[in-house]
C-alpha cells in the first residue's frame, strides 16, 4: 500500500496515489484500506476548509453552498486533495472542448486523484465509447420508449380518473427508463430483469472513481460490471456505456420532477403544454444536473485561468456550478422554463464521457415528463426526498413520494 504522500508545490497538498491496480486484482484487506485512508483524507481537508473536499465526501443533500464558496476562490483554485476545481462557465468550456485535456492518462492507467481503477471494462475510463455504440434517439427507439413509458405508467396507475400515491423513482421512473434501455439494446426479455438488478449495482460507478464508497459497494459494482460486459457482449461495448446512461436518465427525471413540482405553475405550464417537456429537460440540465462534475487530465503542460498546469495533472470541472455561472445566467437560481439560454450549460458535453449517449438520456427524461404530464397533471410532493450519499459526481434520487 503506497503512503499518502504531500505535494511541496502548493499549500503542502495531502493525496493519496492511485491504487496502481484493478479492483478485482487487489485483496480485501488493501482495498478497504485504500478506501478508508483516501476518504479520511478527505475529511480532514473538508474539515479545515477546503470546499472540493467537502463535495467529495457526499454528506449533503445540497452542494450548491460548496460550489459558491469555491466560485468565491476564483475561476480556477487548487485543493489540498491534489485537484484543479473550477465552476467558471468560460474557463469549464475550454477545458471540456480542448484537446489539451483528456478523460485518462496517455497510458490509459489511473491518474492522480482517482480513486480505484476498474480497467479497460469501465467505458467511463475510456476516452470516448465505440462508434457502435446504440443511442435510443436513433430512428424508430422513440416510439418503443413512449410505449415502454406509457404502460408502465398504466401497470402502476390503470384508472386515470382515480387518485393513486406512489414512489415515484422505484414506482415508475427507474422501471420504465431501466426497461426501454434494455429494449433498445436488444436485451432478451427473460434477461431483462437481470438487465435492471446489474444497472442498479453499477449506480454508484461514477462516483466511485473520486469518492470512496464502502468495500461491498465496490466489490459489487466490480461483479456487476463483467456481467453486464458479457450480456451486452453482441453490443461491442458500446452498450456498456448505454446502461450507464440509464442511471443518468433516472437522475435527469427525478431532478426535473422535483424542480417542476417545486414550482406547481411551471408544472401547470408543462401540462397544458406537453411541448415544453424538452425545453424542462435542457432547464434541469443547467439548473440541477444528474452529472454534477467532469474530471480532466492536462496532456501536456498548457496555461490555465493564468496558471502552469503541468502533463498529468488533475482538473476538475463543476458542471453543475457552471450552469448557475451568474456571468452567463441571469437569476441562475431560478428554475425557469421559460429560460432563453438553457441550452448554454455544459452538462452531459459532448466530449465527455456521457457524450454519445446525452441524446438517449435526453430522450428519456423528455419522455418520462410528458407521460406524467399527460397522466397526472395534479401530481405533487406528497414526502420528503431521500438521496444517495458519497455521491459527488451523480446526483439524483433514490426516492420521492408522490399523489395525484
Do not use: K
Not at 436513433?138 to 416510439?143: D, F, N, P, S
Not at 437569476?331 to 446525452?358: I, K, N, Q, S, T
Not at 397522466?375 to 438521496?387: D, E, I, S, T, Y
Not at 434520487?397 to 408522490?402: E, K
Amino acid at each position: 500500500m503506497a503512503e499518502p504522500t504531500v505535494t511541496d508545490d502548493l499549500t503542502g497538498a495531502l493525496t493519496q496515489p492511485p491504487l496502481g491496480r484493478v479492483v478485482r486484482a487487489v485483496a480485501d484487506r488493501e482495498l478497504g484500506t485504500h478506501l478508508l485512508e483516501t476518504r479520511g483524507i478527505h475529511w480532514i481537508h473538508a474539515a479545515n476548509g477546503d470546499p472540493y473536499a467537502t463535495v467529495l465526501r457526499g454528506q449533503s443533500d445540497d452542494p450548491y453552498p460548496a460550489y459558491e464558496r469555491l466560485r468565491a476562490r476564483g475561476p480556477l483554485s487548487f485543493s489540498p486533495t491534489g485537484s484543479w476545481v473550477t465552476g467558471d462557465h468560460a474557463l469549464a468550456a475550454r477545458v471540456l472542448s480542448s484537446a489539451d485535456f483528456g478523460v485518462s492518462g496517455a497510458d490509459g492507467a489511473p491518474v492522480p486523484q482517482q480513486v480505484l481503477s476498474y480497467g479497460e471494462g469501465c467505458p467511463l475510463e475510456r476516452e470516448r465509447a465505440l462508434p457502435s455504440a446504440r443511442d435510443a434517439a436513433e430512428a424508430g427507439h422513440r416510439a418503443v420508449v413512449e410505449r415502454i413509458h406509457r404502460e408502465t405508467l398504466e401497470g402502476l396507475a390503470p384508472d386515470a380518473s382515480a387518485s393513486y400515491a406512489f414512489e415515484l423513482v422505484g414506482g415508475y421512473v427507474r422501471p420504465a427508463v431501466t426497461a426501454a434501455a434494455a429494449a433498445v439494446l436488444g436485451v432478451p426479455e427473460d434477461r431483462r430483469g437481470e438487465f435492471a438488478d446489474l444497472v442498479e449495482r453499477l449506480r454508484p460507478l461514477s462516483d466511485s472513481l473520486l469518492a470512496p464508497q464502502s468495500l461491498r459497494t465496490v466489490r459489487a459494482a466490480d461483479d456487476a460490471l463483467a456481467a453486464l460486459a458479457a450480456l451486452l457482449a453482441d453490443s461491442s461495448g458500446g452498450g456498456l456505456l448505454s446502461a450507464l446512461g440509464v442511471t443518468a436518465a433516472v437522475q435527469l427525471t427525478g431532478n426535473a420532477v422535483l424542480a417542476l413540482l417545486a414550482h406547481p405553475e411551471q408544472w401547470r405550464e408543462l401540462c397544458d403544454r406537453p411541448g415544453l417537456a424538452a425545453a424542462a429537460v435542457e432547464e434541469t440540465l443547467r439548473y440541477d444536473p444528474p452529472v454534477q462534475l467532469d474530471a480532466r487530465v492536462v496532456r501536456a503542460e498548457t496555461e490555465l485561468a493564468g496558471r502552469r498546469l503541468p502533463a498529468g495533472a488533475h482538473v476538475v470541472v463543476l458542471t453543475a456550478a457552471a450552469g448557475r455561472d451568474p456571468e452567463v445566467f441571469t437569476d441562475p437560481e431560478r428554475f425557469d422554463l421559460a429560460r432563453p439560454d438553457a441550452a448554454a450549460h455544459l452538462a452531459l458535453h459532448p466530449a465527455g464521457p456521457y457524450g454519445p449517449v446525452a441524446a438517449s438520456v435526453r430522450l428519456q427524461a423528455e419522455v418520462a415528463l410528458r407521460t406524467l404530464a399527460g397522466r397526472f397533471p395534479g401530481l405533487r410532493q406528497a414526502g420528503p426526498v431521500l438521496r444517495p450519499r458519497r455521491a459527488p459526481v451523480g446526483r439524483g434520487l433514490l426516492s420521492v413520494p408522490v399523489s395525484a
